[in-house]
């Protein structure tokens, strides 16, 4: 059943607008009658189309449920920039395995280092990405994607994560050892190419986050972010 993100719903009706309302009509053909399935924050809306035009499609509610498909755990992928279009990339995988945010971070090995204004061009695309994501794996609340953080900002941020684990090239705790029972906030910081320096990791090591490994192999910058994902969501149940 087609599924859409929308928080115009209020006494029982739902008007969906924009370029959804378009590929309602025109893409799907759907017809007055037909039913899709509408989501807001978690919640799950069984609904049937009373008018469609370009500008809106107005429903009316027929049931609605919490979803099954969140993950119980709130997890924060602190990613740093990599180079070309590896962030699509991330960003559609981490939204399909459970993540609940994206919070891109220039560090010190990050070979793209594009200023806010050119980075804030490209959150858009990044935003539709993860809404095609949301769509695609069943999901029923969107992932934020936030604006691009200093590494100062991204660990000002971590000291709020109930648990806060950097993958570090040069090794650490594995991640599959960590005891991760209660923990209902992870951050998770990720380098970019290269990795860390350092003085980056000491860094965040003396702020409270814990070192960890993904076992003896490198792994490229936008595979480490699925494997450290995959491996949280397991440890706590979500997979």
């Known amino acids: 059943m087609p599924r859409f993100f929308c928080d115009d719903i209020s006494g029982g009706m739902i ?3 924009g ?17 899709i399935t509408v989501c807001s924050g978690g919640t799950e809306y069984l609904a049937r189309i009373l008018t469609i035009s370009d500008e809106c499609v107005s429903c009316e509610t027929l049931d609605k449920k919490e979803s099954e498909n969140e993950p119980d755990v709130f997890v924060t992928l602190f990613q740093a920039v990599p180079k070309g279009d590896k962030l699509d990339f991330i ?9 609940s945010r994206i919070c891109p971070v220039l560090t010190s090995r990050c070979v793209s280092r594009p200023d806010k204004k ?36 991204c660990l000002e941020q971590m000291k709020h994560c109930d648990l806060s684990l950097v993958c570090y090239e040069k090794g650490g705790r594995s991640l599959c050892r960590e005891t991760l029972e209660g923990k209902r906030d992870i951050g ?4 970019s190419e290269g990795g860390f320096e350092q003085e980056e ?19 490229r910058c936008e595979t480490a972010p ?7 969501m397991n440890l706590t149940g979500n997979m």
């Open 226 to 232: 699925v494997a450290a994902l995959s491996v949280i």
């Open 188 to 191: 998770l910081l990720i380098g």
């Open 118 to 153: 050119s980075f804030d061009k490209k959150l858009e695309r990044l935003r539709r990405i993860s809404l095609e994501a949301c769509k695609q794996s069943g999901r029923a609340k969107l992932v934020e994607i936030t604006p691009l953080l200093s590494f100062e900002q």
């Open 19 to 35: 370029p959804d309302a378009r590929h309602i009509g025109r893409s799907l053909r759907m017809r007055l009658g037909d039913e």
């Open 15 to 17: 008007n969906i607008t």
């Open 201 to 219: 990791a000491d860094r965040a090591e003396a702020s409270g986050a814990v070192l960890t490994g993904l076992g003896k192999r490198i792994l």
């Open 91 to 99: 960003v559609q995988k981490a939204t399909e395995l459970g993540v």
